[in-house]
């Protein structure tokens, strides 16, 4: 109950996400993921895994890759039935799925339940289907559980949410079990390191990075000098 308590106190800093359209560059041919250097699967098999989606991934992955603990985001797709979706499907609306992170966690230096108030604390999920100004499914928020205990652990937590009153709003998070991931195009991954001086990463994804770095500074890793 203490951690509940201290999730529910962190989101109510909860900040309101101003994300814009950003399907561009949609002839580019999709790639194949490489991870960063630091890791390979065989090194992240070692790691548990969690699914979330809460609107644009540059954001969302750059968000759980400052998270303590947390060893790999990987951007993709989830929560839909058509197999091998691509960027320009799922962007148009013309699949089931959402964009969604993959993320890779030492349970020794960070809990699920930790992860879960990230997820909550990093997104508006009272907003049905869009997260700021990017409307559509696509960008619907979404907790994926792999097993019984994920499960009761997002329920307790949004059922704890909606007790405290703190979003003033219904919580519109599908709690939806897990079934596969696929990994976004390789020019997907890591990019807001890759390009910051991107028109939308400036304007958009950095300042929510900023904001959830303000609100949440005992989750971040530590900074290397």
Known sequence: MKLLKSGILLAITLFTISCESKIKNKTEPAKEVVLVEKYSKQDLQKYETAYFASGCFWCVEAIFESVKGVKEVISGYAGGTEENPTYEQVGYGKTSHAEAVEVYYDPKEISYM???????????????????????????????????????????????????????SPLVTEVTAFTKFYDAEDYHQDYEKKHPDNSYIRNVSIPRLNRFKKNFPDYLKEEVH
């Open 114 to 168: 930790e992860l879960v108030q990230v997820f909550f604390g990093s997104h508006d999920p009272t907003s049905l289907n869009r997260q700021g100004p990017d409307r559509g499914a696509q960008y619907r928020s979404i907790a994926f559980y792999k097993n019984p205990e994920e499960k009761k652990i997002i329920e307790t937590y949004m059922a704890a949410l909606e007790e405290s009153g703190v979003y003033g």
